[in-house]
T-cell receptor, first 116, second 114 residues
């Protein structure tokens, strides 16, 4: 069965420091992975995706993610954190058994707190 | 470009009252549509999804129902609300024929049941 795990409920970093938000996955077949960000009382915003190709994927707002097949991970990274990056982050994987429905399986979310 | 609209943004309803939340998508045709509920600002629970007009799949048994009367309109309903129906409801869409594309979310409805 497909699954996604975000092992940290919260990540704290200082502004200007690099940040990493962790995600591991379990899928049968090729993984299709996504990262989203959610600000308070807003919907989820798509940041980036991995379908195939380069293991380092670049996305919106300076975020990037590194796909590691051997470790079944897809960690979100940013070289220099901003206070405005403070939000809730979700990792998701396409439900491989869902046919053409586009269904995603979401992790439980990680709160990123960037302190000035 | 494609946009998704949800309304209302906030709703306070008494227990036992009916519910209707609406979601519409613009700028695309034949999208896949989804209703999620998010409790306490954490994980998402998929409630319903639809791959076409009149086609509704339910993910979990519950007090809610969904309908898709038009290609780009998705409605979440209840005949009698329960306290446990409180939460943040999110609508999303994805490309109907491009299954490896992301879902795109509306800004949600905050539902409080009194």
């Amino acid at each position: 069965a497909q699954s996604v795990a975000q092992p940290e409920d919260q990540v704290n970093v200082a502004e200007g420091n690099p940040l990493t938000v962790k995600c591991t996955y379990s899928v049968s077949g090729n993984p299709y992975l996504f990262w989203y960000v959610q600000y308070p009382n807003r919907g989820l915003q798509f940041l980036l995706k991995y379908i195939t190709g380069d293991n380092l994927v670049k996305g919106s707002y300076g975020f990037e993610a590194e796909f590691n097949k051997s470790q079944t991970s897809f960690h979100l990274k940013k070289p220099s954190a901003l206070v405005s990056d403070s939000a809730l982050y979700f990792c998701a994987v396409r439900d491989g058994g869902s046919g053409n429905t586009g269904k995603l399986i979401f992790g439980q979310g990680t709160t990123l707190q960037v302190k000035p | 470009s494609q946009t998704i609209h949800q309304w209302p943004a906030t709703l306070v309803q008494p227990v036992g009252s009916p519910l209707s939340l609406e979601c519409t998508v613009e700028g695309t045709s034949n999208p896949n549509l989804y209703w999620y509920r998010q409790a306490a600002g954490r994980g998402l629970q998929l409630l319903f999804y639809s791959v076409g007009i009149g086609q509704i799949s339910s993910e979990v048994p519950q007090n809610l129902s969904a309908s898709r009367p038009q290609d780009r309109q998705f409605i979440l309903s209840s005949k009698k609300l329960l306290l446990s129906d409180s939460g943040f409801y999110l609508c999303a869409w994805s490309g109907g024929t491009t299954w490896n594309q992301p879902q795109h979310f509306g800004d949600g409805t905050r539902l409080s049941i009194l």
